[in-house]
């Protein structure tokens, strides 16, 4: 059976503002102490009225320039009119069709293939959040009880196209997408916390005899992480083979269908369908006023965004040399790690020097002290001076590790590392390439010298340079460390002029 | 001295130069209200202590030479759709009969920060839905000056009460012209601010883009003291103007040279009550002895304007009630099968019929399929009502015409009419359709004793020219120093 | 003009909870008024703007700065039932 998985994403993510979006309440996540972080407006009293939170808008519009989407001028609030106990006002403050962005997209590309693709985006726009239903886990139909603490909290909806084309490619997309908002601090999009959530839209495309038939689109909701969504859309697609060898219903045939993830069982379970579509009677929000924006407005918040993650790999790989691989694992840990990896290479003007060493000696580091770069003791620039000493021939990789080793030592002893902590360290401990070159000399001419070189020193000076290697190795040694490239550039100058 | 028969101008001298205490004029009226406050149901609830409280507050802070606000020692009824904290605020539904807000309205802290007396909370029909007070579901006000009449609405309670003189200014709000109607009916001057003026933060919904609070007195000038009070900004309301409040109260004396008065023809129709036609010609009779330019004005699209307003607030009405649910706050039945029936079930008890036909109008009219017919369509033809008004502005200064084609009706009258009860409404409701500034002066008698008013509307935000011109007029007649025979 | 279902379809997207005779007298209620609102077919509308906002005001911002919540019991004061912490309803058959 020849078919394609077709699935769409619709995305909500929490902003990170510090108050609410339509009222002072802090915007925190408070799940144990319900109902202390509301008001008059987010509690819909009668009488209430909501007021935009300039900050949400702003994240908003930051955003959607990151996502490549196209920015309104003029934008405005509608209500969406549908009862349930988290709903106080009986309708959600949303966008209905002058959303704030539309038309957008983010690159995906795929670890199985290495293929790149562009999963298209229909909008983003701003709506409020509603409060938390808890049901009774008894079983024995008591009560439900509602926490309002989180209605008003500003919420991103961001809609894909059905570009989507395996549940690899959900993840790896949301992914992304999750790195792409903490970069630009929009978001911590933690989907167990509930500051990422996503539902997924699958259905086939079935290729039978040249015709291509949609099958009806399935909903699916109860996705708590990006393994799950995986899980989730792969379970769904094999369901669905099955449902249409088994039914052959087409899209229309039946109307569409919301299914609930069961993680633990791993399978999409039926819920039970609502009678109608709902009818959420959407019409502008009389209480609040259109935003107009003006592009200069918008060129200021261009202004201050960060380069976005698939840019830096990018720039790293073209301008650094850095191979793919390391450009990923570099910006997939974070802005700060990236930051933190752009200083050390702006210090020590060497992007590779600085990938090996993030990636391993540090990174080995963060791994066993169980810290985030953010917590590491050893600033960027320290460690650039570090690895500029090295790149610049002052020292050797060997010695730099020592250095390492050693201001990891004094930090943890409590004292602070500074760069001028690496000029000391390696004066103390003779780190330094030698780089007078009267003493090279002195030290070449003692080891040209040596009777027991004498049939080396003959070879090199007869055309073989590959001797030259232990006559080398033997002025390092004297030397504790030189140029090592100067050092047999000057042995064979001298055995064969 | 007659304290309940005094202006607000006479009381606050009065208060200022020691002739009477703040105590003893809040004593004053809630001796009154304790005479007459039954026959007349003004009220749903008096605040005997608090106010008494407030008034030797009021006393105190004047004695020990401490500044006062503006509208100091004056008892004020209060609609009871708009919060006030810790006092039971109703809006006259069995949905809210027992809400206390935790909160006080915008209005409500501006009254308390002039040092205004808050001596009740007001009777209203339903969530301020009517024409007459009569579809409040707790109580009947009557019309002071004929208690088988109704006293109008929504804001029926606050212009019966100052009618009555049972307090001496009163707090409405006026959607479709629920303070000019009632301020016509019971003989006093209400006025209806330019739609942003004056903050909604507060004031329980029915219609939100047309909704605005107002102020009741028994002259001009007082109506001017007190709008002068609750104007202003308020970073609460989106839809709040950040607009400096003119001091309408010191300019109100100052007449208008060269005012030129628009007599709106479509106001003058075929409902018109003989005696308020005559009243109202007699009225612009005065402007013109006064040296104004009157001419005729046609507002073309009035024909249309009980029907687009009935679109409009009652789609934004459905979506402002669909809150009542029993959940959070608000009545819940006792009686359900299940959640969806709970709703149901509670919202059926606690809104009365008026309430339910509003909302499954609302509904309706937003529904897939007929909101483009019916709501959409709505939103455009107000469009072209506003632009009646911005074409007939750059001609006149005001408009005039009666506030209402008739006198108060009996109370049941209209009752089971609905739709003849939206027409009534034919005068008052294009001002806010488009958003401008009205007010209701007294203007005269009907042969059987009712109360006429005069209403004058004007541009956006030119309630001080309304007011100068509403005082020139007053100064010539003595309409509004009458008052019903039992106060 | 609107039929008994059309009247139960409104009351049910209402929440309102209906006896046989209110549907019936608010249907010929609400029959009555939309004949009355038809008026408003007259008027050619096809090149006008609606118009949601009567004031000339947009961008009405508040800073981003929060504000002290209302205690807990102020929030649940007014609560059909509550548990003292949360607002309780009847349990909500999932997804119906």
Redesign the interface.
């Known amino acids: 059976m020849e078919f394609t998985p077709i699935i769409g994403l619709e995305v909500h993510v929490q902003l990170l503002?510090?108050?609410k979006l339509f009222?002072?309440?802090?915007n925190l996540f408070n799940p144990d102490n319900?109902?202390?972080?509301?008001?008059?407006v987010c509690?819909?009293?009668?009488?209430?009225?909501?007021?935009?939170?300039?900050?949400?808008?702003r994240l908003s519009q930051k955003t959607a320039m990151a996502l490549n989407l196209n920015l309104a001028n003029f934008t405005k609030w509608d209500?969406k009119?549908y009862?349930?106990?988290d709903l106080?006002?009986?309708?959600q403050i949303s966008q209905f069709d002058l959303p704030f962005s539309y038309d957008g997209w983010v690159e995906v590309t795929l670890p199985s293939s290495g293929e790149t693709t562009k999963v298209r985006l229909i909008r983003a726009h701003l709506e409020e959040d509603a409060g938390k239903?808890?049901?009774?886990e008894s079983g024995r139909?008591?009560?439900?009880?509602?926490?309002?603490n989180r209605t008003g909290t500003p919420l991103l909806e961001i809609v894909s196209e059905p570009d989507i084309r395996s549940a690899e490619e959900a993840r790896v997309f949301l992914e992304e997408l999750r790195l792409l908002l903490r970069y630009i601090e929009v978001s911590d999009c933690n989907m167990q916390e509930g500051s990422m959530r996503c539902d997924a839209n699958v259905n086939l495309h079935v290729h039978e005899d040249g015709e291509k038939i949609p099958t009806p689109i399935v909903e699916v909701k109860n996705l708590n992480s990006f393994r799950g969504v995986e899980a989730a859309i792969e379970h769904e697609i094999k369901r669905q083979i099955k449902a249409w060898e088994t039914d052959r219903k087409r899209i229309g045939d039946v109307p569409k269908e919301?299914r609930g993830w069961d993680a633990d069982r791993g399978q999409t379970f039926g819920?039970?369908?609502?009678e109608d579509a709902a009818?959420y009677?959407y019409?502008?929000d009389?209480?609040?006023?259109?935003?107009?924006t003006t592009d200069e407005q918008f060129d200021a918040i261009r202004a201050t965004l960060c380069v976005f993650p698939a840019d830096r790999r990018n720039s790293y790989v073209s301008d650094l040399g850095l191979s793919d691989y390391d450009a990923s694992v570099i910006v997939d840990q974070g802005r700060e790690y990236a930051d933190y990896f752009d200083e050390v290479t702006s210090v020590c003007g060497d992007g590779k020097q600085a990938a090996n060493w993030l990636t391993q000696d540090v990174q080995r580091e963060l791994n066993d002290r169980k810290i985030e770069i953010a917590e590491f003791s050893i600033l960027a620039s320290v460690l650039g001076t570090v690895l500029q000493k090295i790149v610049k021939g002052e020292i050797t990789i060997k010695s730099g590790r020592a250095v390492f080793t050693e201001l990891l030592a004094q930090s943890d002893d409590g004292s602070d590392v500074t760069a001028n902590s690496v000029d000391t360290i390696i004066a103390d401990k003779g780190l330094g390439k030698v780089q007078d070159t009267g003493k090279i000399d002195i030290a070449i001419q003692a080891v040209i010298g040596n009777e027991r070189n004498a049939k080396a020193v003959e070879d090199v000076r007869g055309g073989k340079q590959q001797a030259v290697g232990p006559l080398i190795g033997q002025v390092m040694r004297e030397l504790k460390g030189a140029d090592a490239g100067y050092v047999r550039q000057m042995i064979i100058d001298k055995l064969t002029s | 001295m007659d304290i309940t028969g005094s202006t607000t101008g006479q009381l606050l001298d009065a208060m200022q130069n020691g002739t009477v205490s703040a105590v003893e004029v809040t004593q004053a009226y809630l001796n009154e209200i304790s005479a007459h406050g039954e026959t007349v149901g003004a009220f749903l609830s008096v605040d005997s202590e608090g106010s008494l409280t407030q008034a030797a507050e009021v006393d105190r802070k004047r004695s020990s030479g401490e500044s006062l606000g503006k509208l100091a020692g004056l008892p004020v009824a209060v609609k009871d759709n708009i919060c006030t904290k810790g006092l039971a605020t109703t809006c006259a539904s069995r949905m809210l009969e027992n809400f206390v807000p935790p909160y006080d309205a915008h209005v409500t802290t501006q009254l308390q920060n002039a040092d205004a007396i808050i001596i009740g909370k007001a009777n209203l029909d339903e969530f301020a839905m009517g024409s007459s007070t009569e579809n409040s579901a707790l109580q009947v006000t009557r019309n002071p000056w004929n208690i088988d009449h109704a006293p109008g609405g929504s804001s029926g309670g606050s212009a019966a009460a100052v009618g009555a003189r049972l307090a001496s200014m009163g707090i409405g709000s006026d959607t479709g012209g629920s303070i000019r109607q009632p301020a016509s009916f019971c003989g006093v001057v209400g006025m209806k601010p330019t739609y942003g003026r004056v903050s909604r933060y507060g004031l329980v919904a029915f219609a939100s883009s047309l909704d605005q609070i107002g102020p009741f007195a028994t002259d001009v000038t007082g109506t001017a003291r007190l709008l002068e009070s609750i104007a202003g900004y308020d970073v609460r309301d989106s839809t709040s103007v950040d607009r400096p409040v003119p001091g309408y109260s010191a300019t109100v004396e100052q007449p208008l040279e060269n005012l030129r008065v628009g007599v709106v023809s479509e106001f003058f129709g075929e409902g018109i009550d003989s005696d308020v036609d005559a009243s109202i010609r007699a009225a612009i009779d005065v402007y013109r002895s006064l040296g104004a330019e009157v001419s005729e004005v046609s507002l073309p699209h009035t024909r249309y304007a009980v029907a687009t307003y009935y679109l409009i607030a009652c789609s934004e009405a459905s979506s402002n009630l669909a809150r009542y649910d029993g959940v959070h706050y608000g009545r819940r039945a006792e009686q359900f099968e299940n959640m969806i029936d709970m709703y149901a079930a509670s919202r059926a008890e606690g809104f009365g019929a008026e309430v339910k036909r509003r909302i499954m109008l609302g509904v309706f009219a937003l529904s897939e399929g007929y909101s483009d017919q019916y709501y959409l369509k709505g939103l455009k033809v107000r469009r072209l009502i506003r632009n009646d008004f911005d074409a007939a502005f750059e001609n006149v200064d005001v408009l005039a015409g009666p506030t209402c084609p008739t006198p108060a009706f009996k109370i049941g009258e209209l009752v089971d009419d609905p739709l003849q009860m939206y027409l009534s409404d034919i005068c008052t409701i294009s001002a806010n359709l488009a958003g401008i500034p009205g007010v209701s002066v007294p203007a005269g008698f009907s042969s059987n004793g009712l109360p006429i008013g005069l209403q004058l509307l004007a541009g956006p935000f030119e309630e001080e020219k309304l007011l100068r011109a509403a005082r020139m007029f007053e100064r010539e007649t003595v309409w509004h120093t009458k008052r019903p025979s039992f106060s | 003009m609107l039929s008994p279902e059309d009247v139960q379809k409104v009351a049910t997207l209402a929440r309102l909870k209906l006896s046989e005779e209110e549907l019936e007298q608010i249907g010929h209620q609400l029959g009555e008024i939309l004949d009355y609102v038809a008026v408003l077919d007259e008027v050619d509308v096809s090149e006008v703007e609606p118009m949601a906002h009567v004031a000339d005001v947009f961008n009405a911002f508040r800073a981003d700065e929060t504000r002290v919540s209302l205690p807990r019991e102020e929030s649940l004061s007014n609560a059909p039932k509550t548990d003292g912490k949360y607002f309780l309803v009847p349990q909500i058959l999932e997804n119906a």
């Open positions: 503002t510090k108050s009222c002072g309440c802090p319900p109902n202390v972080q509301t008001c008059p509690i819909g009293l009668p009488g209430s009225l909501p007021v935009m939170n300039q900050e949400a808008l209500r009119q009862y349930y106990p106080p006002k009986a309708y239903n808890m049901h009774d139909g008591g009560d439900s009880k509602v926490d309002l919301t819920q039970r369908g609502k009818d009677r019409f502008p009389p209480d609040l006023v259109p935003v107009t």
